[in-house]
């Protein structure tokens, strides 16, 4: 299997929606933890990177890069 691409700033969709009814979320940290931000109510949950490849869905908008 493939390993998933994503980025520091990428928002993401999630297979399950966070209890605020979104599943969009944006990666604001990463390391061997993932800290992710909800897009609706601004929550943040710090997620074990296995765990977050198994629950995300894809990239929804890719951060912008600062080398254009």
């Not at 993932?34 to 995300?56: D, W, Y």
Request: proline residues 4%.
């Amino acid at each position: 299997m493939e390993r998933k691409v994503f980025q520091l700033g990428d928002v993401v969709q999630m297979k399950k929606p966070h209890p605020c009814g979104t599943n969009e979320m944006e990666i604001i940290r990463m390391g061997m933890d993932i800290r992710i931000k909800c897009t609706g109510c601004q929550h943040s949950v710090l997620v074990p990177r296995a765990k977050f490849e198994k629950n995300m869905k894809k990239v929804l908008r890719a951060a912008k890069s600062g080398l254009e």
